[in-house]
């Protein structure tokens, strides 16, 4: 494929001069790459190669010297910072924004800026009249513009900016002069340095040649018009006319500058190519509805592609989103053979990056009990669950993370989790602030040790060790400050945040997958663009710097608008060569905000009208499925038969069923479909440790304070009947019954925890409840407790007909608390909740269609029926009771079922006796339906029941 590359190594070769004495200056490394491949293609004769060289090189080979790495650059950077304003910003905060600095200083010394008229306080007119007869009057208009829209904010921030203004200059001049005793420079200085001693700079014996440039930084300018000028140096522009001629493209902004100059000017062709009006070509828009489809579409694009068209070399994928890069290459068709990726992958984006961040973080949560080192369970949990330990012992980790949930576990021993092996006891281990940088060189080792030489996690370790060994010497040397751990946390993230992976590969072979920049000066004959979304290609009009706009613009520092020709000419001039060209863009919106297709698509569509030209634009569909959820229906087949016959036994038997609680009834009422799952086919509802106070863990807290509370009299009075005088007794054992139902839900091991948060809170509210039971307990003295929670499961069986006979289902339930006051045996529900004492009718507790069916009433009446089973000869009145903790304190408390028997007419329910043949009629029934072999399990109509439901997901309500 005659490319530009390939036409100017052709062009070189024709002159009939040794091409060693070339040598040849490109915007990259990859196009010197591809140069180099196409000399070697056109040589017809062994000979020695020109030098072939980056810009960049060419100005550090000039002063023999090399950028230092930026975390060196920046520290220093941040050392004159303190020194100059006296601030106690550590490094961490400083990196972000020692970061733009360090850019800026970078732009202005590549653009030759005068760093102090840069950074002089504007304000005063006179200096302007003065001192800056340099600046075109459009310049100095800017620059007032800008002091004037500063001088209209408030006061605050007019001192706040003056203040951080006024030591920019001297932090240049402290930077580069600390800089030059260090030995070191950043791209910048060296690009300066070469400039101001241009008449020094002398002809490496070579003929200099320039190729394929587009917008020179002010430096880069002067240089290569001195070359020109005094070495007689060439240039090769890549252009087209299409874009050159016309005003409107800003694509030829900077070569329509440069054709104007004296200098610049006679370098330029004298016709100039029109490959892009000319040559034919097809031109096909994609609209995909996500990002990540974009890769599908990819992949399927290259699938057309015939077998005898398969020369890989000609065929490009652009990236213009890095994160694209690995769904791109996982769906990549098995007729691409070989792949070349030309551009770096940040390590942020890579699972080591996740992992390694988590063993940082994980100290952050650590703490001492009884000398022994305890972490907090969510970053062990998120640890453990991570490919790194969980691969390496499965059953050991599974088990954790299992034990978490089952015990409620807030804090694992360091212990323990070592159990797992050498990697795990690398992980969990005390890190300080002295040993955490080798610990983690030691961990990556770990890391590393066991992988291949080639594999690409060995690539992403080696790029971390030797960042965090940077990091390391930086630490240990330099810095003087206290170092916490939050601080290596952050500096962590924000280093490691921007290290990318290069990969290694043949770049000459196979399939190319680059980013946008990379493409320079490359053709191609099939081109796919990714994300030819406006804010993605080109990239959003942000950019960040220290210096304001207008100064930025006043200066000749880039700006937007150059930033926008630079990306506009790599797009048009991938389209030179370009047989077929294929845009992707996506249509899903993102943070709120619509997708719009790149406005150089809007172009194409618009401007390119001539013959040869074919566009064609294509919307790509998810197919969705707008057909309504089937309805889940499960018939009872034997296994579901034989399964509900653990819940019965036949008459006169001896065994022992397992019993439906009532909670297991309401279910069966609220929905059969769930009691299936549940019940049945024992799904279990995955458990989370819960940290946060939530309702159903209040509510266990509630049953166990009032538990150990009226337990531990119990205990120590050797008797069950209170007095008035032991209710008052009972107050000095409120806190210790709190506390010890808060341990034992917590786990907590410690003689006197220390509680924060949500459990201080939960704490002081549950002893005002406990306080409000024992007053209405203390209006009832004397009585006699009869069971507590703890103290008795109560069972009962009832029968029913089932396959042609009787059989005796088993029921079962703890009762909160039986006492006996008098004559009368109350059954009390503790309900923390708003659970309603009143019902209309018996038969409405099985009335699965009433939107208001009180459970708590069916579950204290269910109650009733288990204590007479269990004490058949009682002469006692039975009274359910629900003792509504958030009602205790009203002055009309009442804790007894009321029936609603009438508008506004309520009777109390004073024994269970009187209701006993309508509820066990209406359980019977209820259980008949349970096991009628026609009864089906299905879900309820009623979607409010749904909401909360831990099974709605299956329903996929």
Same mark, same amino acid.
Request: aromatic share 14%; charged share 25%.
């Given at each position: 494929?005659?490319? !530009?590359?390939?036409?100017?190594?052709?062009?070189?070769?024709?002159?009939?001069?040794?091409?060693?004495?070339?040598? /040849?200056?490109?915007?990259?490394?990859?196009?010197?790459?591809?140069?180099?491949?196409?000399?070697?293609?056109?040589?017809?004769?062994?000979?020695?190669?020109?030098?072939?060289?980056?810009?960049?090189?060419?100005?550090? *080979?000039?002063?023999?010297?090399?950028?230092?790495?930026?975390?060196?650059?920046?520290?220093?950077?941040?050392?004159?910072?303190?020194?100059?304003?006296?601030?106690?910003?550590?490094?961490?905060?400083?990196?972000?924004?020692?970061?733009?600095?360090?850019?800026?200083?970078?732009?202005?010394?590549?653009?030759?800026?005068?760093?102090?008229?840069?950074?002089?306080?504007?304000?005063?007119?006179?200096?302007?009249?003065?001192?800056?007869?340099?600046?075109?009057?459009?310049?100095?208009?800017?620059?007032?513009?800008?002091?004037?829209?500063?001088?209209?904010?408030?006061?605050?921030?007019?001192?706040?900016?003056?203040?951080?203004?006024?030591?920019?200059?001297?932090?240049?001049?402290?930077? #580069?002069?600390?800089? @030059?005793?260090?030995?070191?420079?950043?791209?910048?200085?060296?690009?300066?340095?070469?400039?101001?001693?241009?008449?020094?700079?002398?002809?490496?014996?070579?003929?200099?040649?320039?190729?394929?440039?587009?917008?020179?930084?002010? $430096?880069?300018?002067?240089?290569?018009?001195?070359?020109?000028?005094?070495?007689?140096?060439?240039?090769?522009?890549?252009?087209?006319?299409?874009?050159?001629?016309?005003?409107?493209?800003?694509?030829?902004?900077?070569?329509?500058?440069?054709?104007? *100059?004296?200098?610049?000017? +006679?370098?330029?062709?004298?016709?100039?190519? #029109?490959?892009?009006?000319?040559?034919?070509?097809?031109?096909?828009?994609?609209?995909?509805?996500?990002?990540?489809?974009?890769?599908?579409?990819?992949?399927?694009?290259?699938?057309?592609?015939?077998?005898?068209?398969?020369?890989?070399?000609?065929? /490009?994928?652009?990236?213009?989103?890095?994160?694209?890069?690995?769904?791109?290459?996982?769906?990549?068709? @098995?007729?691409?053979?070989?792949?070349?990726?030309?551009?770096?992958?940040?390590?942020?984006?890579?699972?080591?990056?996740?992992?390694?961040? $988590?063993?940082?973080?994980?100290?952050?949560?650590?703490?001492?009990?009884?000398?022994?080192?305890?972490?907090?369970?969510?970053?062990?949990?998120?640890?453990?669950?991570? /490919?790194?330990?969980?691969?390496?012992?499965?059953?050991?980790?599974?088990?954790?993370?299992?034990?978490?949930?089952?015990?409620?576990?807030?804090?694992?021993?360091?212990?323990?989790?070592?159990?797992?092996?050498?990697?795990?006891?690398?992980?969990?281990?005390?890190?300080?602030?002295?040993?955490?940088?080798?610990?983690?060189?030691?961990?990556?080792?770990?890391?590393?040790?066991?992988?291949?030489?080639?594999?690409?996690?060995?690539?992403?370790?080696?790029?971390?060790?030797?960042?965090?060994?940077?990091?390391?010497?930086?630490?240990?040397?330099?810095?003087?400050?206290?170092?916490?751990?939050?601080?290596?946390?952050?500096?962590?993230?924000?280093?490691?945040?921007?290290?990318?992976?290069?990969?290694?590969?043949?770049?000459?072979?196979?399939?190319?997958?680059?980013?946008?920049?990379?493409?320079?000066?490359?053709?191609?004959?099939?081109?796919?663009?990714?994300?030819?979304?406006?804010?993605?290609?080109?990239?959003?009009?942000?950019?960040?710097?220290?210096?304001?706009?207008?100064?930025?613009?006043?200066?000749?520092?880039?700006?937007?608008?150059?930033?926008?020709?630079?990306?506009?000419?790599?797009?048009?001039?991938?389209?030179?060569?370009?047989?077929?060209?294929?845009?992707?863009?996506?249509?899903?919106?993102?943070?709120?905000?619509?997708?719009?297709?790149?406005?150089?698509?809007?172009?194409?569509?618009?401007?390119?009208?001539?013959?040869?030209?074919?566009?064609?634009?294509?919307?790509?569909?998810?197919?969705?499925?707008?057909?309504?959820?089937? $309805?889940?229906?499960?018939?009872?087949?034997?296994?579901?038969?034989?399964?509900?016959?653990?819940?019965?036994?036949?008459?006169?038997?001896?065994?022992? +069923?397992?019993?439906?609680?009532?909670?297991?009834?309401?279910?069966?009422?609220?929905?059969?479909?769930?009691? &299936?799952?549940?019940?049945?086919?024992?799904?279990?509802?995955?458990?989370?440790?819960?940290?946060?106070?939530?309702?159903?863990?209040?509510?266990?807290?509630?049953?166990?304070?009032?538990?150990?509370?009226?337990?531990? &009299?119990?205990?120590?009075?050797?008797?069950?009947?209170?007095?008035?005088?032991?209710?008052?007794?009972?107050?000095?054992?409120?806190?210790?019954?709190?506390?010890?139902?808060?341990?034992?839900?917590? !786990?907590?091991?410690?003689?006197?925890?220390?509680?924060?948060?949500?459990? /201080?809170?939960?704490? *002081?509210?549950?002893?005002?409840?406990?306080?409000?039971?024992?007053?209405?307990?203390?209006?009832?003295?004397?009585?006699?407790?009869?069971?507590?929670?703890?103290?008795?499961?109560?069972?009962?069986?009832?029968?029913?007909?089932?396959?042609?006979?009787?059989?005796?289902?088993?029921?079962?339930?703890?009762?909160?608390?039986?006492?006996?006051?008098?004559?009368?045996?109350?059954?009390?529900? &503790?309900?923390?909740?708003?659970?309603?004492?009143?019902?209309?009718?018996?038969?409405?507790?099985? *009335?699965?269609?009433?939107?208001?069916?009180?459970?708590?009433?069916?579950?204290?009446?269910?109650?009733?029926?288990?204590?007479?089973?269990?004490?058949?000869?009682?002469?006692?009145?039975?009274?359910?009771?629900?003792?509504?903790?958030?009602?205790?304190?009203?002055?009309?408390?009442?804790?007894?079922?009321?029936?609603?028997?009438? &508008?506004?007419?309520?009777?109390?329910?004073?024994?269970?006796?009187?209701?006993?043949?309508?509820?066990?009629?209406?359980?019977?029934?209820?259980?008949?339906?349970?096991? @009628?072999?026609?009864?089906?399990?299905?879900?309820?109509?009623?979607?409010?029941?749904?909401?909360?439901?831990?099974?709605?997901?299956?329903?996929?309500?």
């Amino acid at each position: 494929m005659e490319g !530009f590359l390939k036409r100017t190594a052709a062009e070189l070769l024709q002159r009939g001069v040794d091409i060693k004495n070339f040598e /040849v200056v490109l915007p990259n490394r990859r196009a010197g790459l591809f140069f180099t491949k196409y000399l070697g293609q056109l040589v017809s004769r062994p000979t020695y190669m020109p030098k072939v060289i980056t810009i960049e090189d060419f100005f550090y *080979d000039i002063v023999g010297k090399r950028p230092a790495d930026k975390l060196s650059l920046i520290y220093e950077l941040y050392k004159v910072y303190k020194s100059i304003s006296g601030s106690k910003e550590g490094f961490d905060r400083f990196y972000f924004w020692g970061e733009m600095i360090l850019k800026d200083f970078n732009d202005l010394d590549q653009f030759l800026v005068n760093p102090e008229k840069l950074f002089v306080n504007l304000k005063e007119q006179k200096i302007l009249e003065s001192d800056w007869s340099f600046l075109s009057s459009e310049q100095i208009d800017l620059i007032q513009a800008f002091w004037a829209s500063f001088e209209s904010r408030d006061r605050f921030h007019q001192e706040k900016f003056l203040k951080f203004w006024d030591v920019l200059f001297p932090m240049y001049q402290g930077f #580069n002069s600390s800089l @030059d005793t260090l030995g070191l420079a950043y791209g910048g200085s060296i690009y300066r340095e070469v400039v101001e001693n241009l008449d020094k700079v002398a002809s490496s014996g070579r003929k200099t040649i320039f190729v394929g440039f587009n917008a020179f930084t002010g $430096a880069e300018e002067k240089l290569i018009k001195y070359f020109v000028q005094k070495f007689e140096a060439e240039i090769y522009w890549d252009i087209d006319q299409y874009y050159l001629d016309a005003k409107s493209q800003e694509a030829g902004m900077f070569f329509r500058d440069y054709r104007k *100059d004296k200098i610049l000017g +006679p370098t330029f062709p004298e016709i100039t190519p #029109n490959k892009i009006v000319e040559n034919d070509r097809h031109i096909k828009t994609y609209a995909i509805p996500l990002k990540i489809n974009q890769a599908n579409m990819v992949g399927a694009i290259l699938e057309t592609i015939p077998r005898e068209e398969e020369n890989w070399e000609e065929t /490009v994928v652009i990236l213009p989103d890095e994160q694209l890069l690995f769904p791109v290459l996982n769906l990549l068709p @098995d007729n691409v053979n070989k792949v070349n990726v030309t551009m770096g992958y940040p390590v942020k984006h890579t699972p080591i990056f996740t992992f390694l961040e $988590a063993v940082v973080d994980l100290q952050r949560y650590s703490k001492i009990v009884n000398e022994e080192l305890m972490f907090y369970y969510k970053p062990v949990k998120e640890l453990l669950a991570t /490919v790194y330990l969980y691969d390496l012992a499965p059953e050991f980790s599974q088990h954790l993370i299992d034990e978490f949930s089952r015990n409620n576990t807030l804090y694992i021993s360091s212990k323990v989790l070592r159990e797992g092996g050498p990697l795990f006891a690398q992980v969990f281990q005390s890190m300080t602030t002295a040993t955490l940088m080798d610990n983690m060189l030691a961990l990556i080792k770990m890391l590393a040790d066991p992988l291949e030489e080639s594999s690409m996690e060995r690539t992403y370790l080696f790029q971390c060790f030797k960042q965090m060994n940077r990091l390391k010497v930086i630490v240990d040397k330099e810095i003087k400050e206290e170092v916490s751990i939050a601080f290596l946390l952050r500096i962590f993230k924000q280093v490691f945040g921007e290290i990318k992976l290069p990969f290694k590969g043949e770049p000459l072979q196979g399939l190319q997958l680059m980013g946008v920049l990379e493409s320079r000066n490359l053709d191609f004959k099939r081109v796919i663009i990714c994300n030819m979304n406006e804010g993605s290609f080109p990239p959003s009009n942000s950019m960040n710097s220290m210096i304001p706009f207008n100064l930025r613009k006043a200066f000749g520092m880039p700006i937007q608008e150059q930033n926008d020709a630079i990306y506009a000419y790599t797009f048009y001039r991938l389209l030179h060569e370009a047989k077929e060209v294929h845009l992707l863009y996506t249509t899903a919106g993102e943070q709120g905000k619509v997708n719009e297709k790149s406005r150089y698509i809007h172009q194409l569509q618009i401007e390119m009208d001539q013959d040869g030209v074919q566009k064609e634009d294509t919307i790509t569909h998810i197919p969705v499925n707008l057909s309504p959820t089937r $309805a889940i229906v499960i018939e009872k087949d034997k296994s579901i038969i034989d399964h509900l016959k653990n819940y019965t036994k036949p008459l006169n038997s001896e065994w022992e +069923p397992v019993s439906f609680s009532p909670s297991a009834l309401n279910v069966w009422l609220d929905c059969r479909l769930k009691f &299936y799952l549940s019940y049945i086919a024992g799904i279990d509802v995955p458990e989370e440790v819960q940290e946060e106070v939530d309702p159903a863990i209040f509510g266990n807290l509630v049953h166990k304070s009032l538990e150990n509370l009226y337990m531990g &009299y119990i205990e120590r009075k050797k008797r069950k009947v209170l007095q008035v005088s032991d209710i008052e007794e009972l107050k000095d054992f409120i806190y210790p019954a709190v506390m010890k139902a808060i341990k034992e839900q917590y !786990f907590l091991e410690e003689e006197n925890p220390q509680l924060t948060g949500q459990l /201080v809170i939960a704490r *002081d509210v549950l002893q005002k409840y406990l306080q409000g039971v024992l007053t209405k307990d203390k209006l009832s003295a004397p009585f006699e407790i009869i069971s507590l929670e703890a103290g008795k499961k109560y069972r009962a069986f009832v029968p029913i007909e089932f396959h042609g006979e009787e059989v005796l289902v088993a029921l079962g339930g703890i009762i909160d608390r039986v006492d006996r006051i008098g004559d009368t045996v109350r059954l009390i529900d &503790y309900k923390s909740g708003q659970d309603k004492k009143t019902f209309k009718s018996v038969e409405s507790l099985f *009335d699965r269609e009433s939107s208001d069916r009180n459970k708590a009433a069916m579950q204290t009446f269910f109650y009733g029926l288990l204590y007479e089973a269990n004490f058949p000869d009682n002469q006692y009145f039975l009274k359910p009771a629900l003792f509504n903790l958030r009602d205790i304190f009203k002055d009309d408390f009442n804790p007894y079922l009321q029936e609603n028997y009438g &508008y506004r007419k309520y009777r109390e329910v004073n024994n269970y006796a009187d209701y006993r043949n309508d509820f066990v009629s209406g359980l019977r029934s209820l259980l008949e339906e349970i096991f @009628d072999p026609n009864q089906v399990f299905d879900q309820t109509t009623d979607l409010q029941k749904c909401g909360y439901c831990p099974y709605a997901a299956i329903c996929s309500r």
